[in-house]
């Protein structure tokens, strides 16, 4: 099973953030430690399960269809394309686990993504031109 979870939940700490970095559920900001605790929550859910779990740590979305045409201002931004790349890799390449899936800006590392199954946050869709 593949789930979508957020790689903009990460405590503050050295960065780039791995996938073993801890979440923010102790935040003094009651919203960003909910959504991190949901997080948190989402992740060890898959992960426990019977089943393999992949669980992609998915930047803030830009490109068509969403909020943002180009990255968003607050940075960990991954095009929707990319993001749809690596789920399609991650379907028969993934281990069990979790991977940070976002450009690399110094925030998130997406090493274990490139190694594991070859996702390159620079992939686009080639659109006919004709």
Request: with cysteine.
């Amino acid at each position: 099973m593949i789930v979508q979870s957020v790689a903009f939940a990460y405590a503050p700490g050295p960065r780039p953030y791995d996938e073993t970095c801890p979440l923010n559920v102790a935040s003094e900001d009651r919203t960003a430690a909910a959504t991190a605790r949901g997080v948190a929550s989402l992740e060890q859910q898959v992960l426990n399960a019977p089943f393999d779990g992949v669980v992609l740590r998915y930047g803030r979305f830009y490109g068509p269809g969403t909020w943002f045409t180009t990255p968003p201002p607050l940075g960990t931004a991954v095009h929707v394309e990319a993001a749809a790349d690596a789920a399609r890799r991650a379907v028969p390449h993934g281990r069990p686990g979790i991977y940070n899936v976002a450009e690399e800006d110094g925030t998130v590392s997406c090493a274990k993504a490139h190694h594991e199954f070859a996702w390159d946050p620079g992939f686009r869709i080639v659109r006919n031109q004709s």
